[in-house]
């Protein structure tokens, strides 16, 4: 699992609704990252962070958030402000540039 | 114009077929990276380079910084390396990466 839990697998959410999605890392790794995935397209940058209390935006942040309480944990939020939230999401740690992913939450809004 | 660019999109090899995928980047970058994703979602790190050439088993990934290029071959394919390969660079000290959109590969039996 690269180090890195994510939780739950697939999820199933209503329309309007807010949904957070768990990552949790045990090898006390500053960086984290969360990309989305959809079909046909590559991996893209929600948000980062490269240390504790501290969060970047990436490339597609509208409609997310995100908190970093702790080294170990990096959970997303989905929010109902995100038009279009069904998708593939990852999580992933980083060091010495290289980066180790989790084994994602699928999620579909409906 | 994406700034990480794959091809092909989709490849279809005979077992043992020796395969090339490209990537081809328009940034500057520090290193960059092929992934290897299967039908579950899980994503595996395969190489990460920034000259030269890596070689791991039957999978060799080579640079041309120059160029902007790479190339990941692998030998002697075999049907489970059917995956979806991803090429994604990195620049700078974030650990930001700017991901090719894959090139799906079937090794049939």
């Known amino acids: 699992d690269g180090g890195i839990t994510q939780s739950p697998k697939y999820l199933f959410r209503k329309e309007g609704q807010n949904v957070t999605l768990s990552c949790e890392q045990n090898l006390n790794h500053d960086a984290m990252y969360w990309y989305r995935q959809d079909p046909g397209q590559g991996l893209r940058l929600i948000y980062y962070?490269?240390?504790?209390?501290?969060?970047q935006k990436g490339d597609i942040a509208e409609g997310y958030s995100v908190s970093r309480e702790k080294k170990e944990s990096f959970p997303l939020t989905v929010t109902s402000a995100q038009k279009n939230p069904t998708a593939f999401y990852l999580c992933?740690?980083?060091?010495?540039?290289?980066?180790?992913f989790g084994p994602g939450t699928r999620l579909t809004v409906t | 114009k994406n700034e990480v660019e794959q091809s092909p999109q989709n490849l279809t090899a005979q077992e043992g077929e020796f395969i090339t995928i490209n990537c081809s980047y328009s940034?500057?970058?520090?290193?960059l990276h092929w992934l290897q994703q299967h039908p579950g979602g899980g994503i595996v790190s395969l190489f990460m380079?920034?000259?030269g050439k890596k070689k791991h088993g039957r999978l060799i990934a080579t640079i041309n910084i120059q160029e902007k290029h790479s190339s990941l071959h692998i030998t002697a394919s075999h049907p489970r390396d059917s995956a979806v390969y991803i090429c994604?660079?990195?620049?700078?000290?974030?650990?930001?990466?700017?991901f090719g959109q894959g090139t799906t590969l079937q090794v049939k039996p």
């Open positions: 380079l920034s000259s």
């Open positions: 992933a740690r980083s060091i010495f540039g290289e980066q180790y």
């Open positions: 940034v500057g970058i520090s290193a």
């Open positions: 962070s490269q240390i504790v209390n501290d969060f």
């Open positions: 994604a660079v990195g620049s700078g000290n974030t650990g930001k990466l700017i």
